[in-house]
């Protein structure tokens, strides 16, 4: 088992909370915050940081709109409804073979096409949490 630094990992889960909001955040919500974060930095005298808030800004002004990423969240939405019938697909076609397999008695068929029908449900939950999940981050940029 690999042991990983606990400020590493607290970083990284912290990394992906603050991405994963500033998804669903709106541009001006954004706009403010690296502006906030600019001062800062240049309070404590960090001009690499400034340096780097103030591309990220810019960036954002120029890129980021409520209407893009409401487009943005839609396209992810409709994405996760095509995962989310694949996966089903890809469940039931496993569910057949295993019907196929039970009747014609195979053990080692029948232990094979289990496992499928649990790697694909699995996969089709996972499909179904993300789908939720962009379904939830559309709605909030919506407000």
């Not at 992906?16 to 955040?25: G, H, M, R, V």
């Not at 890809?90 to 073979?97: G, R, T, V, W």
């Not at 499928?116 to 379904?135: C, T």
């Amino acid at each position: 088992m690999k042991k990983y630094p606990t400020a590493a990992v607290a970083a990284l889960a912290l990394l992906s909370a603050s991405a994963a909001s500033a998804y669903s955040q709106s541009c001006t919500v954004k706009i403010n915050a690296l502006q906030a974060q600019t001062e800062a930095a240049k309070q404590a005298g960090n001009t690499n940081r400034v340096a780097g808030l103030q591309r990220a800004l810019k960036q954002t002004k120029a890129k980021c709109t409520d209407e893009a990423q409401y487009t943005r969240a839609e396209r992810k939405v409709r994405r996760g409804q095509k995962d989310v019938s694949k996966a089903q697909n890809e469940l039931d076609s496993a569910k057949q073979q295993l019907h196929d397999a039970r009747a014609s008695g195979d053990a080692e068929a029948i232990g094979k096409a289990q496992h499928k029908v649990a790697e694909n449900e699995h996969a089709l939950r996972e499909k179904m949490h993300d789908l939720r999940a962009a379904q939830a981050n559309l709605e909030a940029i919506k407000g």
